[in-house]
């Protein structure tokens, strides 16, 4: 079936660190790929998006590259900042339907 | 322009009383979207809601859970005899068009507990 997979939290870095959250999906057809982000007290953010094999989404510093061969979109940046604190999550539109599949979230802290 | 409104942000409900979550769209938007988000799991798709219809429930409880999106005045997930299982977060999405759900736009959630 449908599902995303992405790394457990909490995840804890010092600023300036360089962060990876890991996530790989199963879906069926060729799904559009996101990330997004939501902080605290606040709804849900489209952070970055791709929509076919080897494409690159990219927003404020954060990038991920839609791997179809490893069925993963794994969020790097380089440089964290404590404002990047938040839950982040994975997620996929099925092919042809009105839906997202989410990953469980991962909650990234930044430490000054 | 006012983002993705829902009401309340948090709601305490007993078991077996009724919970009713309301969302008001975006301007201009007709499409709706509620997903939910259990303890320590992602978002899950429930209900996808255009003007006076529902297009797809699949994700919807086949018991006491309903939602509508009337022509005037928001959208409304209902949720009859609550039970604990239900404590959860429900989030609503909206966005202008079919066929771009990735666009879609999400309120700051309801947090629904049942005690």
């Known amino acids: 079936g449908n599902s995303v997979t992405q790394m457990e939290g909490p995840v804890t870095l010092s600023e300036e660190a360089f962060l990876t959250i890991n996530c790989t999906y199963t879906?069926?057809?060729?799904?559009?790929l996101f990330w997004y982000v939501q902080y605290p007290g606040e709804g849900l953010q489209l952070l970055l998006k791709?929509?076919?094999?080897?494409d690159k989404g990219s927003n404020k510093g954060f990038e991920a590259t839609y791997r179809k061969e490893t069925t993963s979109f794994h969020l790097e940046k380089g440089s964290v900042q404590v404002s990047d604190s938040a839950v982040y999550f994975c997620?996929?539109?099925?092919?042809?339907?009105?839906?997202?599949?989410f990953g469980q979230g991962t909650r990234l802290t930044i430490n000054p | 322009n006012a983002g993705v409104m829902q009401n309340p942000r948090h709601l305490v409900r007993r078991r077996g009383q009724e919970a009713r979550l309301r969302c008001s769209p975006m301007?201009?938007?007709?499409?709706v979207y509620w997903y939910r988000q259990l303890p320590e799991e992602g978002l899950k798709f429930m209900v996808y809601?255009?003007?006076?219809?529902?297009?797809?429930e699949s994700g919807m409880p086949k018991e006491r859970f309903s939602a509508e999106f009337p022509k005037e005045g928001p959208s409304i997930l209902r949720i009859q005899q609550v039970v604990r299982g239900d404590s959860a977060a429900y989030f609503c999405?909206?966005?202008?068009?079919?066929?771009?759900?990735?666009?879609?736009?999400f309120g700051q959630g309801t947090r629904l507990t049942v005690v």
């Open positions: 999405a909206s966005s202008p068009e079919r066929g771009r759900s990735t666009e879609a736009f």
């Open positions: 879906a069926t057809g060729y799904p559009s």
């Open positions: 791709a929509t076919k094999a080897d």
């Open positions: 997620a996929f539109d099925i092919q042809g339907a009105q839906k997202l599949v």
């Open positions: 301007k201009g938007h007709s499409h």
């Open positions: 809601l255009q003007k006076e219809n529902i297009i797809d």
